[in-house]
């Protein structure tokens, strides 16, 4: 039976050096910019149609539509202690 020994386990501190230096993930490269998405809507076009002709999913057609969309505007924080 293995047992669990949480003395062997290696947590880096969130605040070291190598961390606050390296750049900052922001996430993937979008397919489709959001500007195409809008025009595309405002077209009259349906939101399943802009998914399908795309290559995207319905959800990032109803995100990019988002008027409030807080990914747009939300810049990543280092971690604390930087």
Avoid at 16 to 41: F, H, M, T, W
Avoid at 66 to 74: G, H, V
């Amino acid at each position: 039976m293995l047992r669990h020994d949480p003395g062997n386990l290696h947590r880096p501190n969130p605040a070291s050096p190598k961390q606050c230096n390296s750049p900052i993930y922001k996430g993937r490269l979008k397919k489709v910019d959001d500007a195409e998405i809008r025009k595309l809507a405002s077209e009259g076009m349906s939101k399943a149609q802009i998914a399908r002709d795309l290559g995207i999913s319905r959800m990032t057609v109803y995100r990019a539509l988002d008027t409030k969309n807080p990914k747009a505007e939300m810049e990543f924080n280092k971690p604390n202690g930087c």
